[in-house]
């Protein structure tokens, strides 16, 4: 962190200021005195520092972070990648591809199960469904809630998949006991409380990006969960609002590199909430999947026209047959060649 003095700033000043921040932060303080101002650079673990209180001090002309904010999801201090291992043996950023399909929301016992044995015969991994939904609308279907997570655990117990939903509430989190991961929606990626609450839980985190968040919000979501103690977070590129309306949103495929280099945690894409459009989440899942990702998270339906919610971006089963045998496929020459 380099601060940069006001050119009236005192000496006494300066030596309670570069005091109070070595005693309080135990960082090392180097001074350089310039002509006009004098400007102190911070060495150190500056994270817990509060930038905003540093810019607030009368005597203090700029303050400029060098070193990224968040630190348990920073690859410098753990180089090796976080590798998330689930109740069945399923590794998620070991180098492998995993792939969570399912509706956007749980319907009924017949409509979950079917989803979740087709996927499963094609190589999906996880089972994904909405049972607790955040709509736009409040007259929009909410999700089937207690009732869609007993439906999901009939479809588990039917395939033996692990299953992925999502949850809005931190009065909720006792339900959400017998999930093996719990999604945070990009809707709530900043709901600090809930995040806060989440880092006692000893479950993995699938932490989706908000629609307007920037990478490093994106990381210090990451950071809250982590600084509570769960360290199982996986992040999901979600696509991000832009000023494009051809698709729901902007994928933001340089976010998956850009994360995986700054951070250790594994990066799952969902391609059916970036584009919105079932044509255009299989050429996106392979560029995902080519860019890096561990993962991906897609929507499926067997019955699209007649989904309840999300249906014009789910894939049929056949559909999304396809774009299994493609992205494993790539994978595999991946390993092999690149
Ligand atoms: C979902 O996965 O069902 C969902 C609502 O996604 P997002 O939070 O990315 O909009
Ligand atoms: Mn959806």
């Given at each position: 962190m380099i601060i940069v003095l006001k050119p009236e700033c005192s000496k006494e000043q300066v030596l309670m200021f570069t005091d109070m921040l070595t005693s309080q932060y135990n960082v090392k303080v180097n001074k350089w005195e310039g002509v006009h101002s004098t400007v102190l650079g911070l060495i150190g673990?500056?994270?817990?520092?509060?930038i905003d209180y540093i810019d607030a001090q009368?005597?203090?002309e700029s303050v400029k972070r060098v070193?990224?904010?968040?630190?348990?999801?920073n690859r410098k201090f753990h180089p090796e990648n976080t590798v998330i291992e689930l109740s069945n043996g399923v590794k998620i950023g070991d180098g492998s591809l995993q792939i969570m399909a399912g509706?956007?929301?749980?319907?009924s016992e017949e409509q979950v199960t079917e989803i979740a044995k087709r996927v499963k015969l094609s190589g999906a991994s996880i089972l994904r469904g909405g049972a607790f939904k955040p709509r736009t609308?409040?007259?929009?279907?909410?999700?089937?809630?207690a009732e869609g997570l007993d439906l999901l655990k009939a479809a588990r117990k039917a395939t033996g998949l692990p299953i992925v939903t999502e949850i809005m509430r931190v009065s909720h989190i006792d339900m959400f006991e017998n999930v093996d991961i719990i999604q945070v929606g990009a809707r709530n990626m900043q709901n600090f409380e809930l995040l806060k609450e989440l880092g006692k839980v000893n479950k993995p985190i699938l932490l989706k990006r908000g629609l307007s968040a920037t990478i490093e919000e994106w990381l210090m979501s990451a950071e809250y969960i982590m600084a509570g103690g769960n360290d199982q977070v996986i992040l999901c590129e979600r696509g991000i609002r832009t000023y494009?309306?051809?698709?729901?949103n902007t994928l933001d495929l340089s976010a998956i590199p850009i994360v995986k280099s700054l951070s250790h945690l594994p990066v799952v894409v969902d391609p059916s909430h970036a584009t919105g459009k079932s044509w255009l989440v299989e050429p996106m899942a392979i560029a995902a999947v080519a860019a890096g990702a561990d993962g991906l998270i897609i929507e499926v339906h067997n019955d699209p026209a007649h989904a309840l919610c999300d249906g014009a971006q789910s894939l049929t089963p056949d559909q999304f047959d396809s774009l299994a045998k493609k992205v494993f496929k790539l994978k595999d020459y991946m390993k092999d060649n690149i």
């Open positions: 673990d500056t994270t817990q520092i509060d009368d005597f203090v070193q990224e904010p968040y630190k348990k999801a509706p956007c929301s749980v319907e609308s409040p007259y929009a279907f909410q999700g089937l809630k494009e309306t051809f698709t729901r």
